[in-house]
């Protein structure tokens, strides 16, 4: 059985997979200084709940894009689960696609395992929109290779900003308006209103310059846990577990090799 790990900048999603499929997953604060025994006093409660052991996890792979947290991610692999973890995007599990940018080592892991799955599942050219702590565009063309993309600051770290740079500004939580009026009434509705359609228009306005420079047909996936939150049709779909997939099909290619 293969537990996937994905260490993002706000959260690390552990998924339990198994004959393709996600059995379960379980998501933690990012901590980058959280130890392997905390890593795994924590896992060890969960599995249990799945009736799963320790042993019965054969495999590890990992995608990170905090490189503080990959040392006692590792070592929990090692330790508790007796095997050697693969890094995507390294060794063993080197990106099985071509990147065609001049910098291809600064490619973010969870961006090429979302080119990687969205590639997998759709045919032609994609773009990939990916709601984290920033929101990201990825493009790959219809042979799989990466082109490029784009990053933008995050929903929430927006609203974070926006309410710790004023004195009167309210936090709010991000949900979609209960109309689709741009003219909020009182302050938190025009602040709902700048944050929640204000990322509808960069998320349309960007996909549309992408479809006229790609010059082709465009499959647009919208991932991330806030993906859902946005209009139906402004993605042809949202698939929560696109990165998820990414390492089940990277740890698949990389066993193969």
Known sequence: MLLAIDAGNTNIVFALCGEGEIRARWRIATEARRTADEYAVWLKQLLEL????FADVDAVIIGTVVPRALHNLSTLARRYFKVEPLVAGQGEAAWPMRLDVPEPETLGADRGL??????????????VVDFGTA????????????K??????????????LTGKTAQLPKIAIEKPENDSVI???????MLVGVYWGYVAMIEGLIERARKE??????????GGLATLFPEGL???????????????????????
């Open 50 to 53: 799945e009736e799963i052991a």
């Open 114 to 127: 979302n080119v990687l799955a969205a590639h997998a599942g759709h045919e032609g050219d994609i773009v």
């Open 135 to 146: 929101t990201t565009f990825d493009i790959c063309d219809y042979t799989g290779a990466y």
């Open 148 to 161: 490029g993309g784009v990053i933008a600051p995050g929903i929430n770290l927006s609203l974070d900003a």
């Open 184 to 190: 909020g009434k009182t302050t938190q509705d025009q």
């Open 214 to 223: 790609i010059g082709r047909p465009v499959t647009v996936i919208g991932t």
């Open 235 to 257: 993605f042809d779909a949202v698939e929560p577990d696109l990165t998820i997939r990414g390492l089940m099909l990277l740890h698949k290619e990389a066993t193969k090799r």
